[in-house]
């Protein structure tokens, strides 16, 4: 007891620097793309194949944006750094540049020469054009700040989403109905907020506030065991503030090591903790010690309360006294498991919901994609140029080809018509896959026999029906049979094909959704060239966000590497006007920020959880000790006696019973005000009785009654 009583300050002042240095960071990240004295809105640009010069249609946007006075910013993956970001903004010169990052952030400029290529970034960059630097607390985020005019120079891509700056909500509507107006849709977009920066908070103070309740309860606990002590400085006049300096002595000193060990480590870890960052910790640090200080006062008050010094000092009522007490921190106990419990469960969906796209994506975060092209370069049309990329890539790089965009329009309300169409035989749909993909999803194939198919043996593109669809073959056929010619341009020795497979759900390999069920599904091969990105007709190699069809596997895990590869075969089939490294992006890097989430969130049920049940642990033995205690002569002549350990703890056994019962009340009152109450309840309630009853027993078990009859001897169990 002893020891945790002096290790909790300790774990409390580290956790609570790691979370508030975590905390900083996240709030400093959230300022690289929100800008001081401005409300952000966006919009989102899509690539029109009809306009003959998109980047003309881009330029007449921003002319729109600073007739309202707006401020645009355009955020692309940088590629030349892990984790980059090139950040475009919309402003006449680098002075103005200047002026709106300075507001936000201190910067350290450099004696570079200024032009309109400079650049302000968050991290030294190799490049000479580079004017300042904005020092990242953690030098983990890699953001460059350019003139808009740059995205051209640069090649970058002009398609996607942009921030809206303004100051006048009045400006931004007359931008939003005026570009709405120019390109004939509505470019509004939702801005999404992350929620990491709120669950780091929450975070911090679920952690503080429990941390000192698991604290003060032992801390009562440790000065029970110096009763003695506590007496004697009654006896000798101390009030309760000077007993507290005496009973905090040492550990302050060991508080205080601790605070120096955590500002020099601190300041050896953290690449750029700045003077605010490093006083915040000391203050944060400094009310730590005052709490444990605090709290020594108020367990040596508990104990001095109505109780004679004469009393503290024989230990005579005060086991009473303090099982009291101990009863109360178990029911705040119970009652924080069952509402921790209850809004965990209740909030799953959304948890999960959080994390879905990434769950369902692990299998996908060794490839990459395409994502995107360079706007408005004529190569967009060279489709002998990107086929034959794509077939570099696939004879070089581990690919699987997943396209399932017919598949993703469906919603439950559709089935039954999709279903109705297929039994009639007026419509199908389906999705594209390759070999790769069906020897990573080891599907089994057969023929109209019944017999085994190898994959390797399929030489042309077939499609494949679960059993169930068996009867769909022939009118699918009649269905798909002017699209026989098209498949013959490639392939003279086409001719329809279809195999079956076990019924089975069948992982699509995108972000959105992760599995179908029974789909039919056409197996193409790399004879199928790109033909306006339809993938009904051909295959999409490149360009159509994160499901583009083809995957590609990074090379040993490496990014960097991967590029490398890819940049010789870009050139070889010049195409480097239309794709750049830019245009690729790892499903790692894209989920990057639900990776973070999904340990944040881990962490933080993980730890709650288990320090929860540590503290319930230690209370219900501290309890059973505090009980034989303050009944040693009963337990020990009913131990002589021979009853059995039922009965000589029975009354233990109904009070804590009645202890449980008040606490799920005011568990459940409590709920009904939140409106949280589900059938949930009832299975935590219920599982909580059956723990309670198994960790009374175990804890009988463990105490070694045998030593209770030094009491009759004239010992003290104490």
Same mark, same amino acid.
């Given at each position: 007891?002893?020891?945790?009583?002096?290790?909790?300050?300790?774990?409390?002042?580290?956790?609570?620097?790691?979370?508030?240095?975590?905390?900083?960071?996240?709030?400093?990240?959230?300022?690289?793309?929100?800008?001081?004295?401005?409300?952000?809105?966006?919009?989102?640009?899509?690539?029109?194949?009809?306009?003959?010069?998109?980047?003309?249609?881009?330029?007449?946007?921003?002319?729109?944006?600073?007739?309202?006075?707006?401020?645009?910013?355009?955020?692309?993956?940088?590629?030349?750094?892990?984790?980059?970001?090139?950040?475009?903004?919309?402003?006449?010169?680098?002075?103005?540049?200047?002026?709106?990052?300075?507001?936000?952030?201190?910067?350290?400029?450099?004696?570079?020469?200024?032009?309109?290529?400079?650049?302000?970034?968050?991290?030294?960059?190799?490049?000479?054009?580079?004017?300042?630097?904005?020092?990242?607390?953690?030098?983990?985020?890699?953001?460059?700040?350019?003139?808009?005019?740059?995205?051209?120079?640069?090649?970058?891509?002009?398609?996607?989403?942009?921030?809206?700056?303004?100051?006048?909500?009045?400006?931004?509507?007359?931008?939003?109905?005026?570009?709405?107006?120019?390109?004939?849709?509505?470019?509004?977009?939702?801005?999404?907020?992350?929620?990491?920066?709120?669950?780091?908070?929450?975070?911090?103070?679920?952690?503080?506030?429990?941390?000192?309740?698991?604290?003060?309860?032992?801390?009562?606990?440790?000065?029970?065991?110096?009763?003695?002590?506590?007496?004697?400085?009654?006896?000798?006049?101390?009030?309760?503030?000077?007993?507290?300096?005496?009973?905090?002595?040492?550990?302050?000193?060991?508080?205080?090591?601790?605070?120096?060990?955590?500002?020099?480590?601190?300041?050896?870890?953290?690449?750029?903790?700045?003077?605010?960052?490093?006083?915040?910790?000391?203050?944060?640090?400094?009310?730590?010690?005052?709490?444990?200080? #605090?709290?020594?006062?108020?367990?040596?008050?508990?104990?001095?309360?109505?109780?004679?010094?004469?009393?503290?000092?024989?230990?005579?009522?005060?086991?009473?006294?303090?099982?009291?007490?101990?009863?109360?921190?178990?029911?705040?106990?119970?009652?924080?498991?069952?509402?921790?419990?209850?809004?965990?469960?209740?909030?799953?969906?959304?948890?999960?919901?959080?994390?879905?796209?990434?769950?369902?994506?692990?299998?996908?975060?060794?490839?990459?994609?395409?994502?995107?092209?360079?706007?408005?370069?004529?190569?967009?049309?060279?489709?002998?140029?990107?086929?034959?990329?794509?077939?570099?890539?696939?004879?070089?790089?581990?690919?699987?080809?997943?396209?399932?965009?017919?598949?993703?329009?469906?919603?439950?309300?559709?089935?039954?018509?999709?279903?109705?169409?297929?039994?009639?035989?007026?419509?199908?749909?389906?999705?594209?896959?390759?070999?790769?993909? #069906?020897?990573?999803?080891?599907?089994?194939?057969?023929?109209?026999?019944?017999?085994?198919?190898?994959?390797?043996?399929?030489?042309?593109?077939?499609?494949?029906?679960?059993?169930?669809?068996?009867?769909?073959?022939?009118?699918?056929?009649?269905?798909?049979?002017?699209?026989?010619?098209?498949?013959?341009?490639?392939?003279?020795?086409?001719?329809?094909?279809?195999?079956?497979?076990?019924?089975?759900?069948?992982?699509?390999?995108?972000?959105?959704?992760?599995?179908?069920?029974?789909?039919?599904?056409?197996?193409?091969?790399?004879?199928?060239?790109?033909?306006?990105?339809?993938?009904?007709?051909?295959?999409?190699?490149?360009?159509?966000?994160?499901?583009?069809?083809?995957?590609?596997?990074?090379?040993?895990?490496?990014?960097?590497?991967?590029?490398?590869?890819?940049?010789?075969?870009?050139?070889?089939?010049?195409?480097?006007?239309?794709?750049?490294?830019?245009?690729?992006?790892?499903?790692?890097?894209?989920?990057?920020?639900?990776?973070?989430?999904?340990?944040?969130?881990?962490?933080?049920?993980?730890?709650?959880?288990?320090?929860?049940?540590?503290?319930?642990?230690?209370?219900?033995?501290?309890?059973?000790?505090?009980?034989?205690?303050?009944?040693?002569?009963?337990?020990?002549?009913?131990?002589?006696?021979?009853?059995?350990?039922?009965?000589?703890?029975?009354?233990?056994?109904?009070?804590?019973?009645?202890?449980?019962?008040?606490?799920?009340?005011?568990?459940?009152?409590?709920?009904?005000?939140?409106?949280?109450?589900?059938?949930?309840?009832?299975?935590?309630?219920?599982?909580?009785?059956?723990?309670?009853?198994?960790?009374?027993?175990?804890?009988?078990?463990?105490?070694?009654?045998?030593?209770?009859?030094?009491?009759?001897?004239?010992?003290?169990?104490?």
């Amino acid at each position: 007891m002893k020891k945790i009583t002096k290790i909790i300050p300790i774990i409390s002042m580290i956790v609570m620097s790691i979370l508030i240095l975590i905390y900083l960071d996240f709030n400093e990240s959230k300022r690289y793309l929100k800008f001081k004295n401005y409300n952000v809105e966006t919009i989102s640009i899509h690539y029109d194949e009809n306009t003959e010069n998109f980047k003309e249609t881009i330029q007449n946007i921003f002319s729109i944006a600073k007739k309202n006075n707006i401020i645009l910013a355009k955020s692309n993956v940088d590629h030349k750094v892990k984790n980059g970001n090139s950040v475009y903004i919309l402003l006449d010169d680098l002075e103005q540049l200047k002026k709106l990052l300075g507001d936000n952030f201190k910067i350290d400029y450099f004696n570079n020469e200024m032009t309109s290529k400079g650049f302000i970034s968050t991290y030294k960059n190799s490049e000479e054009n580079q004017i300042g630097l904005i020092k990242d607390l953690f030098g983990d985020h890699f953001y460059s700040y350019y003139l808009m005019d740059q995205i051209f120079e640069n090649k970058d891509s002009l398609v996607g989403t942009y921030h809206v700056f303004y100051k006048d909500f009045q400006d931004y509507s007359n931008f939003i109905n005026s570009v709405n107006e120019f390109v004939g849709y509505d470019v509004h977009s939702v801005l999404l907020y992350s929620t990491i920066q709120r669950d780091i908070f929450i975070l911090i103070v679920g952690s503080f506030i429990f941390l000192f309740l698991f604290y003060f309860i032992f801390q009562v606990y440790e000065c029970y065991n110096n009763s003695n002590k506590i007496g004697s400085m009654n006896l000798l006049g101390f009030d309760t503030f000077k007993m507290g300096i005496v009973m905090t002595r040492k550990s302050v000193k060991a508080n205080l090591l601790a605070m120096f060990a955590i500002l020099i480590l601190s300041l050896c870890i953290v690449k750029n903790l700045m003077i605010r960052h490093f006083v915040l910790i000391i203050i944060v640090n400094l009310v730590i010690i005052l709490i444990t200080y #605090l709290i020594n006062c108020l367990s040596c008050k508990i104990i001095n309360k109505s109780h004679k010094s004469v009393n503290i000092l024989k230990k005579e009522n005060v086991a009473f006294k303090i099982s009291k007490i101990s009863y109360c921190f178990k029911s705040i106990m119970i009652i924080m498991v069952i509402i921790f419990s209850m809004l965990v469960f209740k909030n799953v969906d959304d948890l999960s919901g959080k994390l879905k796209n990434y769950k369902n994506s692990k299998n996908l975060l060794d490839y990459g994609v395409f994502d995107s092209f360079i706007a408005g370069q004529s190569e967009l049309y060279y489709y002998d140029n990107q086929n034959q990329l794509y077939l570099d890539i696939v004879n070089n790089f581990e690919t699987i080809y997943a396209q399932f965009y017919d598949y993703s329009q469906i919603t439950s309300s559709d089935w039954d018509s999709i279903n109705q169409a297929e039994k009639s035989g007026t419509n199908f749909i389906y999705d594209s896959v390759d070999k790769n993909y #069906l020897r990573k999803e080891k599907f089994i194939l057969y023929d109209m026999n019944g017999k085994k198919v190898e994959i390797d043996s399929i030489e042309s593109i077939c499609f494949l029906f679960p059993m169930s669809k068996r009867d769909y073959i022939k009118p699918f056929e009649k269905f798909n049979e002017e699209l026989d010619d098209y498949y013959r341009k490639y392939n003279k020795n086409y001719k329809f094909t279809a195999y079956l497979y076990d019924d089975r759900k069948v992982d699509t390999y995108s972000v959105d959704y992760k599995y179908v069920e029974n789909p039919i599904l056409r197996v193409v091969d790399n004879v199928l060239p790109a033909q306006n990105f339809l993938d009904g007709i051909s295959m999409d190699f490149f360009g159509t966000g994160m499901s583009t069809g083809l995957k590609i596997k990074l090379v040993d895990n490496d990014k960097k590497e991967t590029l490398n590869l890819l940049q010789k075969y870009i050139e070889k089939n010049e195409l480097t006007n239309l794709l750049d490294q830019s245009n690729f992006i790892s499903y790692r890097e894209y989920f990057n920020d639900e990776i973070l989430a999904s340990k944040l969130i881990l962490l933080f049920i993980g730890t709650g959880i288990s320090i929860t049940i540590i503290v319930y642990i230690l209370i219900s033995s501290q309890l059973l000790k505090l009980f034989i205690s303050n009944q040693k002569q009963r337990v020990a002549v009913k131990k002589l006696l021979g009853f059995d350990n039922n009965l000589i703890f029975n009354q233990l056994f109904q009070k804590n019973l009645k202890n449980m019962l008040i606490s799920i009340i005011i568990a459940l009152l409590i709920l009904i005000l939140l409106k949280q109450l589900n059938i949930f309840f009832i299975f935590i309630v219920f599982g909580l009785l059956i723990l309670d009853f198994f960790m009374i027993l175990l804890n009988i078990q463990m105490t070694k009654l045998s030593t209770i009859y030094l009491v009759l001897k004239g010992g003290n169990y104490d």
